[in-house]
């Protein structure tokens, strides 16, 4: 069905001639347009009793009388709309009253509800009981879908050349797919400029997460300008080390401790975590690699018997681990983990948590786009202390800055 609708919307967009963002706002506004008279033609429809033609069904002498032009303000700007009548005037349109030319407020209520991952039933309730508006799920559709023409701008906006600091992660979801619903994974990369400041750099939905998507996401960010990334925090997703590097062969990989500890406690036992755990933290809070080694050492010593793949995984995946133990403290705690998309995660989760599956990956992308805005809304201030972390990525990535004096 989505296959279906966008193959629609192509036609739609060829047929119109959209070539620029211009182009894109003025047919958004024609599909608004459009939509609100189906929706007026609608509601008379409802008031007659029958469809269009559909005489066989009249039980009432009143019928259809045409129409009269007005000019109404959208959230998408001035638009004229056909408002239809009836032939004994008694038609008092509801979403749009006889003397109503604002329609702002009632698109910009539907898309802030459901930017915050109210269901399109609990949408048409609530206008419903506060406006006396019937919206169902096709309007609600309709509506937020001026949103996607926004979200491919966002997607495809241009990047600062370089970032000090990139995180990877994926969110999971069901979704709709011909009919079928199927795990996909929302890709989201965060980066931090060289003003300290973070910023979602894009939300891609995918299949379920692989190395080679990733390396379709960071080959994407290259496209748009992104040439040089410092320093990358990932979980440890197989291949994704060699996806950086094939992307950006000198940016350094940090590892997530918080996903590492995660793997290798998996299979300890409950009565032995909290003694395994203890000798892990002697490891990841060592001041220096060499002390990090010889508690590394020790955890070896102690476990290996016991717990032979946990320790091994240490050991194996030590070049990415010990990445964060070439930099003092204040660069040091950004790096380890991915705590930092991991919150974004989890406030993408308490505005998708009622839907149980999306209709589409348009329908998924509308919600994580819309509350993306939101989210990154507060994110104005730069990094703590982020003068005295820039001069610490200068000694080590000097040639690699670039900052106008």
């Given amino acids: 069905m989505a296959r279906k609708n966008n193959t629609k919307l192509r036609e739609l967009m060829d047929e119109f001639g959209v070539k620029t963002m211009d182009d894109v706002h003025a047919f958004v506004k024609m599909l608004t347009a459009e939509t609100i008279q189906a929706a007026l033609d609608g509601e008379l429809e409802n008031e007659l009793g029958y469809s269009k033609y559909d005489y066989k069904n009249k039980n009432t ?195 997530c401790i918080i996903h590492q500890i995660r793997s290798s406690t998996r299979y300890v036992s409950y009565k032995d975590r909290k003694a395994f755990t203890a000798d892990l933290k002697l490891i990841y809070k060592a001041a220096t690699e060499d002390l990090a080694l010889l508690a590394l050492e020790d955890l070896s010593n102690r476990w290996s018997a016991k717990y032979p793949l946990s320790v091994k995984s240490w050991q194996a995946n030590w070049p990415e681990l010990s990445t964060m133990f070439k930099y003092p403290p204040e660069i040091r705690k950004l790096i380890y983990t991915t705590n930092a998309i991991e919150n974004f995660n989890r406030q993408l989760r308490k505005v998708t948590k009622t839907k149980s599956a999306f209709v589409s990956d348009g329908a998924l992308m509308k919600v994580l786009y819309l509350a993306t805005m939101n989210i990154t809304e507060k994110w104005s201030m730069p990094i703590r202390d982020w003068g005295m972390i820039l001069d610490n990525l200068m000694v080590y990535f000097g040639d690699r800055i670039d900052i106008p004096l």
């Fill in 61 to 255: 002498d009143n019928s259809r009388n045409g129409y009269s032009t007005k000019t109404v303000q959208g959230a998408v700007g001035e638009m004229e709309i056909s408002v239809p009548r009836d032939r004994n005037g008694e038609f008092e349109p509801q979403l749009v009253k006889k003397h109503q030319t604002d329609i702002s407020a009632i698109e910009d209520k539907i898309i802030f509800m459901y930017s915050q991952g109210i269901s399109t039933r609990d949408i048409q309730k609530t206008m419903q009981e506060m406006y006396g508006i019937d919206v169902d799920d096709s309007r609600v559709s309709k509506i937020t879908d001026k949103v996607l023409p926004l979200v491919r701008e966002w997607q495809e906006r241009p990047l600062q050349s370089v970032y000090a600091m990139l995180m990877l992660d994926a969110i999971h979801y069901c979704v709709r797919d011909n009919g079928i619903v199927v795990k996909k994974a929302a890709y989201i990369a965060i980066g931090t400029d060289l003003e300290g400041r973070k910023d979602v750099l894009g939300i891609w939905v995918g299949a379920t997460e692989s190395s080679k998507y990733w390396l379709n996401v960071l080959n994407g960010l290259k496209n748009r300008g992104l040439k040089d990334i410092l320093i990358a925090s990932v979980d440890g997703l197989s291949g994704f080390v060699d996806a950086i590097n094939t992307a950006y062969p000198q940016t350094e990989v940090q590892r």
